[in-house]
């Protein structure tokens, strides 16, 4: 979260924030299928169905009316993988080249694999807009949905405990000052699972 004291610095941040120029990084914890590729971007529609939820629509769909009166969005996010079952099985980001990206643009409803091997894949995301629910969505559609995130089909219970809250964590804001112009990340404190899962990684 983001607060300023004058009223001409928070138009500066309003319109950096609509003109996608502030770049955000978040880091879930999830449990599902292993991706493919260590470094995904999924694009897609985002809305509301018939019932009032949140879900994902083929990017085709984005400008068509829903019944509810709303409008299909664009979403977009890239996912890097960092670690399977604990190990880094993948290259450090500053290592993947851009042809090592695997593209999804999303046409049709995700079918979910109940047979499939269950993984815990730790992930980070950099959302490319600012949709409700993004993250989740788009994980919950591309097999691995986030530890404790029950709406999205994330797991209750996990290895003999359960999780009553989705762990998925706002880790970063890079953005020019408003003032200054000079480049500025903020950091949030990592929770305890994020802490612990990528300790593991630098080990």
Known sequence: MVITKSHKVASVLVKAFTNHKVQKTYVAFCIGSV??????????????SKFGAWRVYAAGDVGRKLPGGSIVRDMETTFEVLSINGQQNYKEQSECMEDEEHSIVVEEKAVTD?????????????????RTHQIR????????PIRGDVKYEGVYEWKGRTYDAHELHAESLTFQ????????????PLPLWASQAL????D
Not at 35 to 48: A, L, Q, V, W, Y
Not at 114 to 130: Q, T
Not at 137 to 144: E, I, K, T
Request: aromatic share 8%; glycine share 10%.
């Open 137 to 144: 969505l788009h994980c919950q559609y591309l097999g691995f």
């Open 114 to 130: 109940v047979d499939a091997n269950k993984d815990e894949i730790l992930v980070r995301a950099f959302p490319r807009s600012g």
């Open 35 to 48: 991706p493919k590729s260590e470094r995904i971007t999924i694009k897609s529609g985002h809305g509301r």
């Open 199 to 202: 300790q593991l990684l630098t």
């Open 177 to 188: 000052h408003p003032v200054t112009g000079f480049p500025l990340l903020i950091q949030a």
